[in-house]
């Protein structure tokens, strides 16, 4: 089946820093999904990306729909406390469809 | 404007018995998608239903496992005999489906999830 692999699967980084993290796949994918799950918690929706090639910001988030349609990365920057969490991406194949959710990137922030 | 809501948020259960999960989608959304995810994994899809049909169950184990979302009322995830290995986070999530104008609009939101516990 398919599979979506994230990188890094955790990262401690201190407050104000930049972080980075992609989401890498077998297969191709045409809506890339980028959300953020707090403990205990149901993951919330941060980006959408529906084109290859785009580039899209949601304040200090920014992601990219890679051209190949395999990959997506987000960016997060001048961390803060609250980014901690685990991030994960999600792809889906078509407009009404189920998503596949990758493995997560666990962010811990550090003051 | 509620979003995705689900009860119990806990339920513990002891080896055979049954477990029923209510997921109520957020007002205007027509259809419902359950996930379930294990510790330190990711989500994983089980089964996507509009009202009254079962759209997609590939990811449902073939027994013990069921999912309606009638009428008229929550979408209902029933897992009979329920086995340790059934112990998991199971969420909801609702879309309006296609028939929002923006496409970010039929993006699937998630509820808070059932973490359900077998004893």
């Known amino acids: 089946g398919q599979q979506l692999n994230q990188s890094p699967q955790s990262m401690f980084i201190q407050e104000g820093e930049d972080v980075s993290m992609n989401c890498t796949s077998s297969s191709i994918f045409n809506t890339w999904l980028w959300y953020k799950q707090d403990p205990g918690e149901g993951p919330v929706l941060l980006i959408a990306l529906y084109k290859a090639g785009e580039l899209t910001s949601n304040g200090r988030l920014t992601a990219q729909f890679g051209i190949t349609r395999k990959d997506s990365f987000l960016n997060i920057s001048a961390s803060i406390p609250s980014d901690v969490g685990i991030y994960f991406c999600a792809g889906r194949t078509g407009t009404a469809s189920k998503l596949t959710f990758g493995t997560g990137t666990r962010l811990q922030v550090t003051l | 404007n509620a979003g995705v809501m689900q009860n119990p948020r806990h339920l513990v259960r002891r080896r055979g018995q049954e477990a029923r999960l209510r997921c109520s989608p957020m007002k205007g959304h027509s259809h419902v998608y359950w996930y379930r995810q294990l510790p330190e994994e990711g989500l994983k899809f089980m089964v996507y239903l509009q009202k009254e049909n079962i759209i997609d169950e590939s990811g449902m184990p073939k027994e013990r496992f069921s999912a309606e979302f009638p009428k008229e009322g929550p979408s209902i995830l029933r897992i009979q005999q329920v086995v340790r290995g059934d112990s998991a986070a199971y969420f909801c999530?609702?879309?309006?489906?296609?028939?929002?104008?923006?496409?970010?609009?039929?993006?699937?939101?998630f509820g808070p999830g059932t973490r359900l516990t077998v004893l």
């Open positions: 999530a609702s879309s309006p489906g296609t028939s929002g104008s923006r496409l970010s609009y039929n993006e699937q939101f």
